[in-house]
């Protein structure tokens, strides 16, 4: 690996640009990367990117149609993939295959069965097993680690539920190819429980709507509200709720409900640069504050006004582990563990059962 870590972006959509724009940022804050490359195949998409991005640094930055180019130019040691999710599994493993180190959205593929083989093949080689790092964003975002640090310290006693709530304002672009509201959207929340309480739910209840947004999105889905019941080992359960109907506005916001207190992470209206946290006791306020947002300027998706410091932090740990040639804490083994919570919602839905048992593979 060369002194400075050369990162490609594979997929220059709209979350990958700002993936593109946040590497440029490290690179010059930090002098330990560079952005070397974007990809994508759609018509001349990574040549307008590059062109738009290049003023913004000296080093050149190389625009490609394919993983397979990149690879073939030999200009980078790592890349942030956030292509179309029918592609992650392709992309991820010729890089990988070919040595690299890569950071990939979710979800980890657009279905349980791939996932599942993708997982096996990365597990059965030492290197390629430490060679994906999942991006759950949230975990990198700081009420929600806020949040995370009040359990740790005990300020509301032992949790006993959790609920999770992701709800869009508008359909998603014209154009745009989703694999179902719970696989594109509830992972996240789904991770964010996991992670938050350290457990995995061992039985899961679905529900699914088609109410609003379906008879006006241009892009066709399973369903535009989703509601899954998970439950836990011993006395805790988890909601995670979302939904494309919220036409007041984007809301994502976490509820901790444990014997002593509760917990709040708030992002609704108001400010759209601001979150709310705050830890709440049985009769007094523990802990309140805002955290400030940063300000993209006009016209950026909701996911990022409300993520994008979480994107650029989860960015740059995925850097410093490959300089340190460190893991990731956050792999392939999360993104396969939401994606099997999401089949056990999908088969609750589909037979009317209640409490389906969530199978996990192996491990």
Known sequence: MSRVFRLAVIGVGRIGVFHAQHAQELARERGDC?????????ADLAKQVAARLQPTQEARIHAF??????????????????SRTESHRADAQALIDAGLRVVMEKPLTHSLETARRFCAHLDADPRRRQALMQAFMRRFDAPLLAARAALARGLIGVPFKVVSVLEDPIPPPRGYTRPGLRS???VHNIDEVMWLVGQRPDR?????????NCRISPVPEDFDDAFLQMWFPGDLTAQVQVS????????NETWIFGEEGSVHVGHFQGDPLQVEFAVYGRRTVLEQRTFALRDYGPGVPVFVERFGPAYKAELAWYVDQCLARAP?????ADGLRALEVVAAGARSLRTRAEGVPVEYAAG
Do not use: C
């Open 184 to 186: 594109d959207m509830a």
């Open 244 to 251: 494309r109907n919220h036409v007041a506005g984007y809301r």
């Open 65 to 82: 149609r394919s993983v397979p180019d990149l690879l073939a130019a030999d200009l980078a040691d790592g890349a942030m993939i956030a």
């Open 328 to 332: 990731f804490g956050v792999d392939h």
């Open 34 to 42: 560079s952005l070397v490359a974007v990809v994508d195949p759609y």
């Open 204 to 212: 899961v209840d679905g529900t699914g709507a088609r109410l609003y």
